[in-house]
């Protein structure tokens, strides 16, 4: 096994000094920062040109780089330069990929430029929230037809990444973005590459403890990643709305499997179908998983009735 970064995402982060309220970035003004994370902050600002608020994402990794006066990075040391432009060119990636997809459920890329000795990615503002906040703000609106719902339009955005041989590497309750009129964003395409990409010793692996499969803590010819590896962590954010917690982390599985398949846990107002479905995504072994999104999605037809439409609609996202 080579011997890739692994990034292990957790909440208790530091992060740079974000630019201040009301700075002007060239014509954007910002205004609220609405998402951080130890690589990045994100940013409601104030288009002076279009007279509307856009999104944009910095890239300020905390570890490798600290903010002086002028608002310019600066690097904690010499040494990470090196990590502190890989971390930059993936960035550039990131930005590239967006300008390349388009579809309703991934973010709209609008422009990406270089200042400040970082990066900026510019994007549609979206109104609303992410499932992880949803999901204890307004509880109630999770049950199947919800769900359903939601995951038809998540794996359309899906499918459009896995139609050109990428994989998105981290679904996660953060990155999926639930808009006022219920439809899902699929965010962040920072870890996505194409299933053919050789990883250097210098490429990050994104790991989340519960929704990473077991083939992506370890690239090597026997440990083929696919659609499949996708769908493991698609899985692992329903099992999570479902259930209340995450599945237990893939790596242990591996060892002694103590996963309750949702069938026999049987969570009130689910239908077996549709619990059958998850577990499917979430064998641990690739091979026991739907292959790709139109054998996912062909399990739930044979399996499941149609959704019902709509019936709550959220008042105060
Ligand atoms: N276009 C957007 N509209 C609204 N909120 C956004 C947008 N982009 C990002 N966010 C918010 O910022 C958070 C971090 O964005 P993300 O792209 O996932 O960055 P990171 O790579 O740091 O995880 C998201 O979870 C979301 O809350
Ligand atoms: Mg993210």
Redesign the pocket.
């Known amino acids: 096994m080579q011997n890739f970064r692994r990034t292990h995402i957790n909440d208790n982060i530091g992060f740079t000094y974000p630019l201040p309220i009301g700075y002007c970035l060239n014509e954007y003004e910002i205004e609220e920062i609405?998402?951080?994370?130890?690589?990045?902050?994100?940013y409601?600002v104030w288009d002076h040109h279009l007279k509307q608020s856009?999104?944009i994402?910095e890239y300020t990794p905390h570890s490798f780089a600290t903010r002086s006066q002028n608002m310019k990075l600066n690097l904690r040391g010499k040494k990470l330069e090196k990590r502190f432009y890989s971390g930059l060119q993936n960035f550039i990636r990131?930005a590239h990929l967006m300008s390349c997809f388009e579809h309703p459920c991934l973010?709209r890329f609008l422009r990406f430029w270089q200042q400040n000795c970082t990066a900026y990615i510019a994007?549609?503002?979206?109104?609303?929230?992410?499932l992880?906040?949803l999901r204890i703000k307004y509880p109630h609106f999770i049950n199947e037809n919800w769900l359903h719902q939601i995951l038809f339009s998540l794996l359309g955005a899906l499918d459009t990444l896995h139609q050109r041989n990428y994989l998105h590497y981290?679904i996660s309750l953060?990155?999926i973005?639930i808009q006022e009129n219920q439809s899902p964003?699929l965010?962040?395409l920072?870890s996505t590459r194409q299933t053919t990409t050789c990883l250097s010793d210098d490429t990050e692996i994104t790991i989340r403890s519960g929704f990473t499969p077991v083939e992506q803590y370890a690239a090597n010819e026997e440990n083929q990643q696919g659609p499949w590896t996708d769908l493991y962590a698609l899985g692992a954010v329903l099992y999570t709305l479902i259930v209340g917690k995450s599945p237990p982390v893939s790596i242990v599985r591996n060892l002694e499997d103590n996963y309750q398949p949702l069938v026999k846990l049987r969570p009130a107002g689910y239908s077996l179908p549709f619990l059958h479905a998850i577990d499917s995504a979430l064998a641990l072994n690739p091979s026991g998983r739907p292959l790709s999104i139109s054998e996912f999605i062909a399990i739930f037809s044979t399996t499941s009735t149609q959704p019902a439409p709509l019936t709550q609609t959220p008042t105060n996202l």
């Open positions: 609405i998402g951080k994370s130890k690589g990045s902050i994100v409601r856009i999104a994402k990131e973010p994007t549609s503002l979206y109104k609303g929230m992410t992880n906040k981290d953060d990155n973005f964003i965010l962040d920072g």
